[in-house]
């Protein structure tokens, strides 16, 4: 039972010194060890703040910019509507313009054939009658014919 009693002496005498030893520098070490925790703590509460604040103000700007993109797609669709729109109604007008102008050249065109047909119909008649004439036209009937329309032309009239 002493050597108990002198080991707990001698545990006693141990930690009262290691106590005594080391208090100073246990505390200020245990203090400064809780300041730069502390501090830390603050400067890590400071940052997820601030990265609150940035996420929170990227979230807007990332909002913003949808919005934004979102407004110039629909923007660009409306403009490509109109472009299209425009794009047709111009294609339309011409197409009514080509087939007036078509219209008038085939006019213009059954005009001229006409023109031609009746003048080739005209000289053919004029050959024919040239060619009858010339078969059956005595000179005395030639003679009268000549005769006839000198004085038609000296008149002036036909007839």
Request: hydrophobic letters at 45%.
């Given at each position: 039972?002493?050597?108990i009693?002198?080991?707990?002496v ?36 400071k ?31 409306g403009g ?34 006409k ?13 024919t009658?040239?060619?009858?004439l ?12 000549v005769?006839?329309?000198m004085?038609?032309?000296?008149n002036?009239?036909?007839?």
């Amino acid at each position: 039972m002493t050597v108990i009693i002198a080991s707990i002496v001698n545990f006693a005498v141990v930690v009262f010194v290691v106590w005594w030893f080391l208090r100073k520098p246990a505390g200020q070490f245990l203090l400064n060890r809780s300041q730069v925790v502390g501090t830390t703590i603050q400067e890590a509460e400071k940052q997820a703040n601030e990265a609150s604040k940035l996420l929170s103000h990227w979230e807007t700007n990332w909002n913003a910019c949808e919005a934004h993109a979102k407004q110039l797609l629909d923007e660009a669709r409306g403009g490509l509507e109109k472009f299209r729109d425009n794009a047709l109604a111009m294609a339309r007008t011409e197409a009514d313009r080509i087939k007036k102008e078509n219209h008038l050249v085939v006019k213009s065109e059954a005009a001229r054939v006409k023109s031609l047909l009746r003048k080739e119909i005209t000289d053919k008649c004029i050959e024919t009658a040239g060619q009858f004439l010339g078969a059956h036209l005595t000179d005395k009937d030639q003679q009268h014919l000549v005769t006839e329309y000198m004085e038609i032309v000296g008149n002036g009239s036909s007839g």
